[in-house]
């Protein structure tokens, strides 16, 4: 196995588990705990991971593996949330994407909605069967080939974390759109301060997107519930439904019903 194959399946053991010990991560891509060692090393010189006694961590609040390694995590759970964000909109509609691992699973979620192959079908007599607006390159790509959506992409510096679109660009075009729903994904739910990702650019756009949409849906798997992350988005206020998986707290999901939401678990 090379150095870049074994790196790829250590960072992917690790979205899962959240950690790595060296003698297991050893037995798992079948070479020695020496090399292993030598690995976390570099990673960890790379801001991927923290090295710790015998294996390695995440960085906590402020950690964040590539997009790539991230769609490993409750996989069954997002596509579920998915399926049932999906349910919630209508043909025609505007929807507005942010990047993130649950909102590809929405997209491809309507993908299968609307017809599912790359030209099975074109735009029906009254217009594409939706219109995606999005800041996330792989979300765009994804559904630039299908010909029942309209796609529209805001400008803006690409951050190679999450294939997302930032910056004044991005603004721009979002300023002269209107969305009928914005489904948002983030990093962390908090009944006081409300939704947050890490990093202060994209929760600047995503702000956006909820801000242009007449409806905001939350598409997040119960792992996110009570965690902060660096940056706001918005508070709770802002958000009409929560779609989230059956993990979530009674508690949690009773502020969120008193909050006003609509809460639904998959």
Not at 214 to 243: E, H, P, Q, W
């Amino acid at each position: 196995m090379s150095k870049q194959a074994r790196w790829s399946k250590l960072l992917e053991l690790l979205a899962v588990d959240g950690k790595l010990e060296v003698e297991e991560a050893a037995a798992s891509v079948a070479v020695s705990p020496a090399t292993i060692r030598r690995d976390l090393d570099e990673l960890a010189e790379q801001k991927l991971l923290v090295r710790t006694r015998g294996g390695a961590i995440g960085h906590g609040v402020s950690y964040e593996l590539p997009l790539r390694y991230k769609s490993s995590r409750q996989v069954s759970e997002k596509q579920r949330i998915a399926s049932a964000v999906a349910d919630l909109l209508g043909e025609g509609d505007v929807v507005g994407l942010n990047g993130g691992t649950t909102t590809t699973e929405v997209a491809r979620a309507l993908v299968l909605r609307a017809g599912g192959g790359t030209a099975d079908r074109g735009e029906g007599p009254s217009g594409p069967s939706y219109t995606v607006v999005t800041n996330a390159l792989n979300i765009a790509g994804e559904l630039a080939v299908r010909p029942q959506f309209k796609i529209v992409v805001t400008g803006g510096v690409a951050r190679p974390q999450t294939y997302e679109l930032v910056g004044p660009l991005a603004v721009g075009v979002l300023n002269q759109v209107v969305l009928d729903v914005a489904v948002l994904g983030v990093d962390g739910v908090d009944p006081q301060l409300g939704v947050m990702t890490h990093h202060e650019d994209e929760a600047g756009i995503s702000r956006l997107f909820a801000e242009r949409a007449r409806k905001v849906v939350l598409a997040t798997d119960s792992s996110k519930m009570g965690r902060r992350a660096f940056a706001r988005i918005c508070g709770l206020d802002r958000i009409n439904v929560l779609v989230t998986d059956s993990g979530l707290d009674s508690d949690m999901a009773a502020r969120f019903t008193e909050a006003g939401i609509e809460v639904v678990t998959v």
